[in-house]
């Protein structure tokens, strides 16, 4: 295992105190460490949001784009290189609702990405707006008289859609849900990670101790399979007095995008070997940039 300190950043969180991206944060270190996955060999991507500064506050390459787009950002760099470990990280307004087409496009292409997605039920940096998750009949500073819209459920998108790889963690439980980053790390496909994280300012019904009273592990049932798409969908649905956090589903062997494309056969464009230039190639490079 590595040393987490590699990962430290200079950078000290905004966060509010008691915010659920600190355990996002320290569980995303811990799954690098124990994978042995050093700085330079991972990419961060992120739209906007609170949870989106997560690349600041982590030493590793990161790359912010602009609100919903850090999906198609995190294809294009995986494909440019595929050797490259690529995390997309947005939070439920950004990733589902903003970026909800990519979402959809990203799933059904199985790329090698894993996608984090810091789902507090609410819009947090933009003061409390109802996000596509929060529950019908929230009362925010855009809906007083309670959101009239239906929830988003992801994790039953994500399956309806043919992803290989659907887990939900819970911010509150950073051991277990370094685990779940983990796996999906390692998955060879794309991979969601919904993680359940309290919003500690604007939503004052989901929190620590609404989660912790309901929270269980799929991997404490003895009779769930994670490769059953039958129980995975079944309890995507299960939301109340019982919320299952681990892996909901996992398919193996489906060929990722980048391995069927011929053009990278030979490598994505950032890890072949440039041609020198010529003369003529340098002084005219020297031109435009000097």
Known sequence: ?????????????????????????????????DLEIWPHEVLFVSGIGCGSKLPDYINANGFT???????????????AHPGLHVVAVTGDGDGYGIGGNHFLHAIRRNIDITHIVEDNLVYGLTKGQYSPT??????????PEGAIERAVNPLALALANGATFV??????????????????LKHPGYA????????????????????EQRVYRLEEDANYDPHDPEQAWQRAHE?????PIGV??????????????????????????MPPLTEAEREALLAELV
């Open 1 to 33: 295992m590595l040393d987490l300190k590699l990962y430290k950043s200079e950078n000290k969180p905004t966060w509010c105190p008691g915010c659920g991206d600190f355990g996002i944060l320290n569980a995303v270190k811990q799954a690098l460490a």
């Open 65 to 79: 784009t602009v609100h919903g787009r850090a999906l198609p950002v995190a294809q294009g760099a995986k494909l």
């Open 134 to 143: 929060s529950a019908k009949g929230f009362v925010s500073s855009t809906t």
């Open 167 to 184: 887990a939900r963690g819970f911010s509150g439980d950073p051991k277990h849900l370094a685990s779940l980053f983990a796996q999906a």
């Open 192 to 211: 969601l990670v919904d993680v359940l994280q309290p919003c500690v300012i604007y939503n004052r019904l989901n929190t620590y101790d609404f989660y």
């Open 239 to 243: 939301w109340g007095e019982r919320i």
């Open 248 to 273: 909901l589903y996992q398919e193996s062997g489906v060929p990722t995008y980048e391995e069927q494309v011929p053009a990278l056969a030979q490598g994505g464009p950032a890890q072949r070997p």
